[in-house]
């Protein structure tokens, strides 16, 4: 079955502190994996993408990684700040011949910076 | 990235009544569109999947008489909820994916309240 599991569900830092969020999946046949930050009612928005060769992405203070053997990907927040609040969701995308891909999405983990 | 724009961003409507939401691709051809619910605290769920010209593709659960998906042209796809309940209050968001894209782009996002 394809799944995407996320890991804390919640998260409390403080700010200026660094977290690490991790993302397991069982997707097959696997083309991509994308992490999206979701502010409170608002959309998903694109942070990093990798595909399978990909180890690391990083965008700013985000960085996230992919280990395709284990199927296990990481995002990691540096220095974080009080908007790095929200839900950060993990996507993998399932390869296929339809021309467009089949998106899973994690149960997101829910990250709050508290000053 | 590319843009996509989806209206109205709140309704509130009388439980009986039909709502259509938009989703509109502003600077890119969307060859095929999305449609999630997500419920609070959990991830986004795909209700269809629309290709332009053809019928919408509805995932196992998802009524298609109740929830009708028109993708007229490649810009723009609409979802209306007919005969809405309060059950259905949720927030619908919107993605969009052109050909030569690794990724679908989302759009704003809905907040739908039954009342």
């Known amino acids: 079955k394809n799944q995407v599991e996320q890991s804390p569900q919640s998260l409390i830092i403080l700010e200026g502190k660094n977290c690490t969020l991790q993302?397991?999946?069982?997707?097959?046949?696997?083309?991509?994996l994308r992490w999206y930050k979701q502010d409170t009612g608002r959309g998903p928005v694109s942070l990093t993408i990798?595909?399978?060769?990909?180890n690391t992405k990083s965008n700013g203070r985000y960085t996230a990684t992919l280990d395709a053997d284990t199927k296990q990907s990481s995002l990691h927040i540096t220095a974080s700040q009080l908007s790095d609040s929200a839900s950060y969701i993990c996507?993998?995308?399932?390869?296929?011949?339809?021309?467009?891909?089949?998106?899973?999405f994690g149960t997101g983990t829910r990250l709050l910076v508290s000053p | 990235g590319a843009v996509v724009s989806q209206h109205p961003s709140r309704v509130i409507c009388k439980s009986g009544t039909s709502v259509k939401i938009e989703c509109r691709s502003l600077d890119f051809q969307a060859t095929t569109m999305f449609w999630y619910r997500q419920f609070p605290k959990q991830s986004l769920m795909l209700m269809a999947t629309s290709n332009e010209g053809s019928k919408a593709t509805y995932e196992q659960g998802v009524e298609k008489d109740k929830f009708l998906i028109n993708h007229a042209s490649l810009t723009l796809s609409t979802l209306t909820v007919t005969s809405a309940h309060p059950e259905d209050s949720s927030f619908y968001i919107c993605?969009?994916?052109?050909?030569?894209?690794?990724?679908?782009?989302f759009g704003q996002g809905t907040r739908l309240t039954v009342v």
């Open positions: 993302c397991n999946y069982t997707v097959s046949p696997f083309s991509n």
């Open positions: 996507v993998v995308s399932r390869g296929g011949d339809t021309g467009f891909q089949k998106l899973v």
């Open positions: 993605s969009a994916f052109a050909d030569g894209y690794t990724e679908a782009f």
């Open positions: 990798m595909t399978f060769s990909e």
